[in-house]
DNA sequence: ATGGTAGCGCTGCTA
C-alpha cells in the first residue's frame, strides 16, 4: 500500500495539481491538508474520476482535511473524540480506516511566535491530539497518523534553526509533543529510511528558498510498528515544488508491504510453515 | 539592505 500526505494550499488552486501527482504517483491513500473549502466546494467528482473515494473536513477559508482512498474509506470520523457537539472546532483533523488501516490526516496549527497565544494553542492542540491517539488507539494495532505537523522533530530536519521567525516549529515543547507522540508508539516513517540532512517538505515562497533549498521538514507519517516495519520505501517528491502554482508543500510518500499490513503476520507464519 | 510570495477576497490577515 501506498500513503501519501500534501499540504496543498488550497485545494481550490491546486486541483490540477493534485490530479496530475494522484496519476503519476498512485497513491492508495492520499491525505491533504489547507484545502481551504467548505465541505459543500470540495471536488469530490474530480476524485472519483481518478478512481477515489473521499471524506472531507473543511471551513471554507482556512484549514480543511482530506482522506481519499482507492482501497477502501470506513468509519470516517472529524475531530477529536472529546469533542463537544457544540464546540467550535477548526478544520484540523480526520480519520478514516483504508484497507485495514487506521489513517489520521492532521493539520497542526503554525503557532505564529513562540510565547504566543497561538503557539500555546499549537501546544494544547499536540496535547489534545496526543491524548485521542491514547485513548482511542494501540501500538500494536495498524494506524497512520500523517500531515502537516508544523514542527522540524530534529535540527536536521531544519536548514538553519537560529534564523526561524519566532522559533516556531523548532522550540523544545514543541518537539517534545512530536517526541510522546513517537514514545507512545509512533514511528517517524521517512526518517527511519533516510538518516540523511537537508531533505525537507516545505519551503517559504518567499526570497527564492526553495531555490536555495532553505526549507523544513514539517510533513511527517507517523506509524506504529506493525504497519512502520513494512515500510520500504518514502520519498518526498521535490518535483512537485517546482513549476508552475505549486504549493510550498511537496507531498510525502511511503510504501507498505501489505500483503497482510493488518498484522496477523501472514508472512511470518508462512515463513515458519515453511521450516516446519 | 532585516526584505521576499501566495491565497483568500477585496482589507488585511494567515502562513
Redesign the pocket.
Known sequence: MRIATWNV??L???LPRVEEWLSYAQPDVMCLQET?LADSAFPSMAFAALGYEAAHCGE???NGVAILSRVGLDDVVAGFSDQQEDEDTEARLLWATCGGVRIGTVYV??G?MVGSE?YEEKLAWLDRLRRHVEGACDPSEPLVMCGDF?VAPEDRDVWDPTKL?GGTHVSQPEREAVAALQRWGLVDVFRSLHDEDRLYSWW????GDFHQHRGLRIDLVLATKPVAERATFALIDRFARKGK?PS?HAPLLVDFDDDDVSGAGSRERSRGAGRS
Open positions: 494550499n488550497s481550490k488552486a491546486r481551504k471554507g477559508r482556512w496549527p503554525n505564529r497561538f508544523n521567525h517559504d515562497y518567499r526570497a502554482l510550498d
